[in-house]
C-alpha cells in the first residue's frame, strides 16, 4: 500500500514563498500521476496542480503563473512551489497518487496565507 506524507504547510504572508512536499513510499513512484489540490472551508476539493510520469503539467487556472509542480524521481517526492500566494490560497492542501487503478491521498497540510 502506497503512503504519501506531506510536508511544508504553515503561515505565510502574501507575497511570501511556500514549498510543500509530498514523500511516497513506493519503488514504481516515477510510473505514476501525481496531482495536489486543496480544499478551503466550505468548498470543494479542487486540483492546484498535476504532474505525469512523463513530466507534463497542468495548473489551475487560479495558480498559472505563481505555483510550479515538480518531482523527483529519484526520491520518489512531489513537490508544489507557491510563490506570491494570496489569501484566497487557503486550504489544507493534499498530494495524492493516481495509477494502474491506484488511488491514494495524503493527510493533507495547512496552508495559511495572511498577514
Known amino acids: 500500500q502506497v503512503q504519501l506524507v506531506e510536508s511544508g504547510g504553515g503561515l505565510v504572508q502574501p507575497g511570501e514563498s511556500l514549498r510543500l512536499s509530498c514523500a511516497a513510499s513506493?519503488?514504481?513512484?516515477?510510473?505514476?500521476?501525481m496531482g495536489w489540490y486543496r480544499q478551503a472551508p466550505g468548498k470543494q476539493r479542487e486540483l492546484v496542480a498535476g504532474i505525469s510520469s512523463g513530466g507534463g503539467k497542468n495548473y489551475a487556472d487560479s495558480v498559472k503563473g505563481r505555483f510550479t509542480i515538480s518531482r523527483d524521481n529519484a526520491k520518489n517526492t512531489v513537490n508544489l512551489q507557491m510563490n506570491s500566494p494570496k489569501p484566497e490560497d487557503t486550504a489544507v492542501y493534499y498530494c495524492?497518487?493516481?495509477?494502474?487503478?491506484?488511488?491514494?491521498w495524503g493527510q493533507g497540510t495547512l496552508v495559511t496565507v495572511s498577514s
Open positions: 495524492a497518487v493516481f495509477g494502474g487503478g491506484l488511488e491514494v
Open positions: 513506493t519503488r514504481t513512484f516515477s510510473f505514476y500521476i
